[in-house]
């Protein structure tokens, strides 16, 4: 069974660091991208970063860039998000994602086809 | 960065009922568009990839369509389990971005 399991969420205050991880099982981890997503208390879905399967291609949304850091770790199947200089914008609950490759014809799509149940980072002093 | 605009923004509808739900993305992002729904106090669950093809597991009440800048999420002869928020996103460009969400809520 494909399963992502995610950890460290928790209180930080203001300006300080966490670091979320998320563990893998069931599937070839090192070759899929792995991403995280966040969802503010009663907001919608907001995209926060995704690693390619090797750990080369990173990118970022605006809102965290400089700020938080993914990384992986193939040998132990985790992906992590280093959180940095946290800002009250940043409570969430994060959920880590698997992009998916599925091919149609020449063209494949990456869509995130499986979810951890999430993490909790509340920011306040 | 591509903006999704997602609507209507929440739904009143009976089981039984047919919905569609819009997505307009502010650039083409081809067939590179995702549905997701979520239910209370859980994580999203695809539905959709490539903006028309259902997922494995997915019942077939659920269909999507539209590619370019325009897409829709269509769910037929609504179930209670289908009340629910949905998402769509698209994965054409980064930063990956995601509509607003539409709350199907019971009439």
């Known amino acids: 069974e494909v399963q992502l399991v995610e950890s460290g969420g928790g209180l930080v205050h203001p300006g300080g660091s966490l670091r979320l991880s998320c563990a893998a099982s069931g599937f070839n981890f090192r070759t899929f991208g792995m991403s995280w997503v966040r969802q503010a208390p009663g907001k919608g879905l907001e995209w926060v970063s995704v690693?390619?399967?090797?750990?080369?291609?990173?990118y970022y949304s605006e809102s965290v860039k400089g700020r938080l850091t993914i990384s992986r770790d193939n040998a132990k199947n985790t992906v992590h998000l280093e959180m940095s200089n946290v800002r009250a914008e940043d409570t969430a609950v994060y959920y880590c994602?698997?992009?998916?490759?599925?091919?149609?014809?020449?063209?494949?799509?990456?869509?995130?086809?499986?979810w951890g149940k999430g993490t909790t980072v509340t920011v306040s002093s | 960065a591509i903006r999704i605009v997602q609507s209507p923004s929440s739904l009143s509808t009976s089981p039984g009922d047919r919905v569609t739900i819009t997505c307009r993305a502010s650039q083409d992002v081809s067939s590179y568009l995702a549905w997701y729904q979520q239910r209370p106090g859980k994580a999203p669950n695809l539905l959709i990839y490539a903006a028309s093809s259902l997922q494995s597991g997915v019942p077939s009440r659920f269909s999507g369509s539209g590619s370019g800048t325009e897409f829709t999420l269509t769910i037929n002869f609504l179930q209670s389990e289908d009340f629910a928020t949905y998402y769509c996103q698209q994965y054409h460009t980064f930063p990956l971005s995601f509509g607003g969400g539409t709350i199907l809520q019971i009439k």
């Open positions: 690693i390619s399967g090797s750990g080369e291609n990173r």
């Open positions: 994602a698997k992009t998916g490759g599925y091919c149609i014809g020449t063209t494949c799509y990456n869509p995130l086809d499986v």
